[in-house]
C-alpha cells in the first residue's frame, strides 16, 4: 500500500530523537530518504544511524524552527543534498507545565513559538522547495488530542493552546494548497511514552498509572504506535485525505 515512499525524499523536524526518529524510522523503512532537521547536536549522529538501520540515503542539519530563514535555509539543504523533498512531518514541539496565573510571558511564547509558529515556519519553507522543484507533497503535522481535552490532572494551557493552534493552521493550509499539489493533515497523539512524557513520569509513576486509567486501552500508547498512521497519511494510498487531524489515543478522548 506504501510502495509510494520508496525513492521519496522526507523532511522530519525534531528528528533527532523521540517520537519524531521513531517516525522518521517508519518512512525509512517503506524506502523514503530522511533528512532529520533539529537543534539538537546530535542530529547528524542520529542521521548516521538511521541510514545503518534502515539503509537509505539521510542527512541530519541543524535547524531552528522558530527562525524562518534557518528553516528555509535547511529545507533548501535538503533538496540541495537529497532532492526536492515530497514529505515533511513536524515532530518538533515542547509542552511547560504551570497553573495558568503562574505562566511567564517567556514560557507562554517559548511553547507558542516552538509548537504553532515553528510549524508555520516549517511548513511554509517545504511548500516553497516543493513548488520551486515543480513537485508535489504531503505534509503531516503533530497535533495533541489536547487540541480537543483539557488534559487532567497537570496545568498546561500554553501547550493545549498551541495544539489547538495547530489544528486549525492543518485545515487552513489545507484549503489553500490542495490546489497546489500539497496535502495537508494532522495526527494527534494521546499520552504516548516518549522524552517528552518521561521527563514527568521518571519523577511520578502514579501520573502515569492515572493517565493509563483513563485509556480504554488500558496503556500509553508506544513510539511504534505511530508508524502506520504517519506513513498513510505520508503517502498516495491517503490521497483524498485533506486537512484531518486524526487522533491516535487509544480511546482517551471519546470517554
Do not use: H
Not at 547536536?41 to 545503518?52: F, K
Not at 511564547?109 to 513537485?135: E, M, P, W
Amino acid at each position: 500500500m506504501y510502495e509510494d515512499l520508496k525513492g521519496k525524499v522526507a523532511v522530519v523536524t525534531g528528528g533527532a530523537r523521540g517520537l519524531g526518529y521513531q517516525m522518521a524510522g517508519a518512512l525509512a523503512a517503506l524506502g523514503a530518504e530522511v533528512a532529520l532537521l533539529d537543534l539538537l547536536p546530535e542530529v547528524t549522529d542520529s542521521a548516521a544511524r538511521l541510514a545503518g538501520e534502515k539503509g537509505v540515503r539521510t542527512v541530519g542539519i541543524a535547524a531552528d524552527v522558530t527562525d524562518q530563514t534557518s528553516i528555509g535555509n535547511a529545507v533548501a539543504a535538503v533538496a540541495g543534498s537529497l532532492g526536492t523533498p515530497s514529505i515533511l512531518v513536524n515532530a518538533a514541539g515542547i509542552t511547560a507545565w504551570s497553573d495558568s496565573l503562574d505562566v511567564t510571558a517567556e514560557s507562554w511564547r517559548k511553547v507558542i513559538d516552538v509548537n504553532l509558529t515553528g510549524t508555520f515556519f516549517s511548513c511554509q519553507a517545504f511548500a516553497r522547495s516543493v513548488l520551486a522543484g515543480g513537485g508535489t507533497g504531503a505534509i503531516v503535522n503533530v497535533s495533541s488530542m489536547s487540541a480537543f481535552v483539557v488534559n487532567i490532572p497537570q496545568n498546561q494551557v500554553s501547550y493545549n493552546a498551541s495544539k489547538a493552534a495547530v489544528d486549525q493552521l492543518t485545515k487552513s493550509l489545507a484549503v489553500e494548497w490542495i490546489s497546489k499539489g500539497i496535502r495537508v493533515n494532522a495526527i494527534a497523539p494521546g499520552y504516548f511514552l516518549s522524552d517528552m512524557t518521561r521527563q514527568f513520569l521518571d519523577t511520578n509513576a502514579e501520573l502515569g498509572n492515572y493517565w493509563k486509567s483513563l485509556i480504554p486501552a488500558g496503556r500509553m500508547g508506544q513510539p511504534a504506535d505511530l508508524d502506520g498512521l504517519v506513513c498513510f497519511l505520508a503517502s498516495d494510498a491517503s490521497q483524498y485525505i485533506v486537512g484531518e487531524s486524526i487522533v491516535i489515543d487509544g480511546g482517551y478522548s471519546i470517554v
